[in-house]
């Protein structure tokens, strides 16, 4: 997925978190606003995990290439 995704869902989290914590009619609005509110860092998270994930599959498979590259000439 790409990183932009994760953005606009962790700035949707943010935005989410204030109008319920500002405009929240329950009881508890303003616990239920910063439960909201932590998923922004989760999410942002997730995004950089996914593009460790991808960085390291992108290193195996060039480490893979090189050496099948040295191993046809052994001598």
């Known amino acids: 997925m790409k990183p932009h995704y994760y953005f606009i869902g ?7 978190s204030i109008y319920v914590f500002i405009f929240g009619t329950g009881v508890n609005h303003e616990l239920i606003a910063i439960f909201i509110g932590l998923w922004a860092p989760t999410i942002v998270c997730v995004g950089i995990f996914n593009t460790l994930l991808g960085i390291l599959d ?18």
């Not at 962790?10 to 989410?16: G, H, K, M, P, V």
């Open 10 to 16: 962790a700035s949707f989290s943010i935005l989410l």
């Open 58 to 75: 992108e290193m195996c498979c060039a480490h893979k290439r090189i050496e099948e590259g040295q191993g046809g000439h052994d001598r």
